[in-house]
């Protein structure tokens, strides 16, 4: 259960488009639940995309490379979200083989 006012924190780091996608989600969570805070974590190519919408509060930037993004992390944790949202698109899938499994197919686009 999500207290009063509480941090949510939405995850989009690549892709413009689909980070324009997501702010129809920002927006219904606001809509549902308006004393919720909205945080969105995007690479820094992207941060004017979200620049002036009131659905979020803030935005944290998360550069490229791991050490930036630990530092990131660590600034996401200090803020204690109730819950993190991971708005990314799923790897395509292959058919599964002989013994079932899938396999998952990881282009660039797909990785944080």
Do not use: C, Y
């Amino acid at each position: 259960m999500l207290r009063r006012a509480e941090l949510i924190a939405a995850l989009r780091l690549r892709s413009l488009g689909d980070i324009v996608l997501m702010t129809p989600t920002l927006a219904a969570l606001k809509a549902w639940r308006p004393d919720l805070r909205v945080a969105a974590i995007v690479e820094p190519r992207f941060a004017d995309a979200l620049a002036g919408n009131p659905d979020v509060e803030r935005v944290l930037l998360a550069p490229e490379g791991w050490p930036a993004r630990l530092a990131t992390l660590a600034e996401l944790r200090h803020l204690h979200p109730a819950l993190v949202l991971g708005l990314i698109g799923l790897p395509r899938q292959r058919d599964a083989d002989r013994h079932g499994r899938r396999e998952a197919e990881v282009d660039d686009e797909d990785m944080p």
